[in-house]
């Protein structure tokens, strides 16, 4: 009789113990059954008369006496039943519970609908849908709340900034799995609020055993956005240069107002026309001298990140590349033009050795034989951060090259070669070559050359023989081809490979700033000036300042930007309170390609259509539907039948 009633019509009870008291309802009954009251007969005179009312009394009696039986039974049962305090719940609403969320705060959930954010939205409906006492852990793709409460950590959702970092799909569940506990009692719920861009997805998904996962999207058809993508250098006339901005939209518009300002000055205003392929270019006109710290603006309702663009033009630095030996050098002149680069060309009779040390690329183009003297030039020149590039003769003194290229690069020249070699092998992910094509070509006209040297090396190859042999390798500025590039022994001079080979060598040797920078690369810069003992360049903008990592040498310094905390804008690098020159940085532009994922290739999750959606149900499912009250009143009401049976029947 407990177990049946423990388990009456599904139903759970608070205090189960209490329905042993259902065993008091025999006790009506066996009085009901025993009649345990006793009659008093009494003489009457003639009865005649009274039979047919003494028969109906007895059946209105007994019905009477059924009726308030099962009254007080059910009286008695409910009264019971109610201070077992019954309730309908899922088994798992007892079970405590590991609730982890992610909530994308990356650029694109900046967008608005209604004059409201995506991820303004998403935070409302978290403070609105989250039971006050819940606690959960909340992650974003910067930060980590721990075990919180809706009410811990309201202030920092509302006031959540939005960042250029995106996790992957696969990074964000490995993290997931890294705040739940390991308490396998416990049900566990991951959900994921994000747009869900395309740049979120991931190869390979790791699976999250016994987790039950949600995702929640929050983009919106409505979303339309006009990004700035990119500046660059177009035409260089003999006064004015070509500044080329590139747009792009999400949306179906022909124009938009694009402004360039010099400081918060207003220089120039244009309208960018976009093509069916909804791209546009603007062009600006400035003196080829002029000096600017720029900002390309337009003015957009959808994303606000991508709406400027800094980028400054300091007073050029060129780049010293000095080239030692053959007289036969036009070629380099051609490839190293003067406006970036000071090119001077010495044979090695001339040569002027103090002029090493202030040089930042020095070739040596075709030497017989390396004096002694040239050979500890160049050690110091290197040892300083000085690029070098060596082109053997083809006659030349072994011994007086493996001096220079043992101690500089682990090399040793063997012996020539007499016999025509292709150039067929191309190392396309060496900075050399890493932005020069836009594809990886294996059917091109091949160089070819008649003698190279042999080789005994450890460095990595970049320009291989069709032997696998190397036709140029080398590393951290050294470098070195193995066979003469003269028009004698080569045609490499006529090949589309020599431009980009050395230019990328001349500009490596360098790294001088471009127009601007993005944030969140590692971003390595080059300042030719010598620093003095205990003096350090210093960034700053805008009342923040900071201290970069720094490698101090001879005649350079080389500054590291990546780890800080920055904000686009364009930054001043100081030495000792003086202005060296200027760095402009921005975020990148992936969050700006709007375009998303098919959710239902995301296998093992289950979809929501809003966070207060999910919240709602996942209480549903969670809470307990007491049902005492309901008891309590069904026994008044038996009490009720019950007066209504005394006083009626």
């Known amino acids: 009789m407990y177990i049946f009633a423990k388990s009456l019509l599904g139903m759970q009870f608070k205090y189960p113990e209490l329905l042993w008291a259902l065993l008091l309802l025999l006790i009506p009954i066996f009085i009901h059954l025993f009649q345990l009251r006793r009659f008093k007969k009494t003489p009457f005179t003639n009865v005649f008369f009274l039979q047919k009312v003494q028969a109906e009394s007895r059946r209105s009696n007994t019905l009477k006496k059924w009726l308030l039986l099962f009254s007080r039974l ?69 930060s980590v709340y721990r075990n919180v409460t809706i009410v811990d950590i309201q202030k920092e959702l509302l006031a959540l900034p939005g960042t250029s970092k995106q996790l992957k799909l696969n990074e964000i569940l490995l993290k997931a799995n890294s705040l739940f506990t390991d308490d396998t009692t416990r049900e566990k719920d991951l959900i994921l609020i994000s747009d869900f861009q395309q740049r979120i997805a991931s190869d390979e998904i790791d699976s999250t055993l016994n987790v039950r996962k949600y995702l929640i999207p929050l983009a919106s058809n409505k979303i339309e956005n006009i990004a700035i993508d990119s500046m660059y250098l177009g035409d260089i006339g003999l006064e004015n240069i070509d500044l080329v901005a590139r747009l792009s939209t999400n949306t179906k518009i022909e124009s938009t107002p694009v402004s360039l300002f010099d400081n918060d000055r207003l220089i120039a205003k244009t309208a960018a026309l976009f093509t069916a392929n909804r791209t546009a270019e603007v062009h600006f006109t400035l003196p080829i001298e002029q000096i600017i710290q720029g900002k390309i603006e337009i003015s957009d309702t959808g994303l606000g990140y991508d709406n400027q663009l800094y980028f400054n033009i300091d007073e050029k630095m060129k780049i010293k590349v000095l080239a030692i030996g053959s007289a036969n050098a036009e070629y380099l002149s051609k490839i190293y033009p003067k406006d970036e680069f000071a090119f001077t060309n010495w044979s090695l009779p001339k040569l002027n050795y103090g002029a090493l040390e202030e040089q930042n690329l020095i070739i040596l183009n075709e030497i017989e034989e390396i004096p002694n003297a040239l050979t500890i030039g160049l050690k110091s020149f290197t040892d300083t951060g000085g690029s070098l590039v060596v082109i053997p003769a083809y006659d030349l003194n072994l011994e007086s090259y493996n001096r220079l290229l043992n101690p500089l690069m682990a090399t040793s020249l063997i012996g020539s070669m007499i016999e025509e070699r292709k150039i067929t092998d191309i190392s396309f992910s060496n900075p050399l070559y890493s932005n020069v094509f836009k594809e990886r070509i294996t059917n091109f006209q091949y160089p070819v050359v008649d003698q190279y040297y042999r080789i005994r090396t450890s460095q990595p190859y970049i320009l291989r023989f069709q032997d696998g042999e190397p036709f140029l390798l080398g590393s951290d500025k050294r470098y070195l081809f193995t066979a003469s590039i003269s028009n004698e022994n080569s045609n490499f001079k006529n090949s589309p490979l020599i431009v980009p080979t050395f230019y990328n060598i001349g500009s490596n040797s360098l790294k001088l700033p471009p127009f601007y920078l993005t944030i969140g690369g590692t971003n390595e810069i080059d300042i030719p000036i010598p620093l003095t003992k205990d003096h350090i360049l210093k960034v700053s903008k805008e009342g923040y300042e900071f201290i970069p990592q720094q490698k101090s040498m001879a005649k350079m310094v080389t500054l590291t930007l990546g780890d800080q905390d920055l904000t686009p804008g364009i930054y001043k690098v100081t030495n000792n309170g003086a202005v060296v020159l200027h760095v402009s940085l921005n975020f990148n532009r992936d969050e700006s390609d709007l375009r998303y994922i098919d959710l239902s290739l995301i296998k093992g999750f289950s979809k929501q259509n809003s966070v207060s959606a999910l919240f709602e149900a996942m209480q549903n499912d969670n809470a307990i539907k007491e049902l005492w009250k309901w008891f309590v009143i069904l026994a008044l009401l038996f009490l009720i039948i019950e007066i209504f049976i005394q006083k009626y029947l």
Request: proline share 4%.
């Open 74 to 142: 059910a009286l008695l049962t409910a009264l019971i039943v109610a201070f077992a305090q019954p309730y309908f719940a899922a088994n798992s609403a007892f079970k405590k519970k590991d609730i982890v969320l992610f909530l994308d705060n990356s650029f694109s959930n900046q967008a608005k609908v209604d004059n409201v954010s995506l991820l303004e939205n998403s935070v409302q409906e978290l403070i609105k849908s989250i039971p006050p006492k819940e606690t959960f852990t909340l992650f974003t793709n910067e």
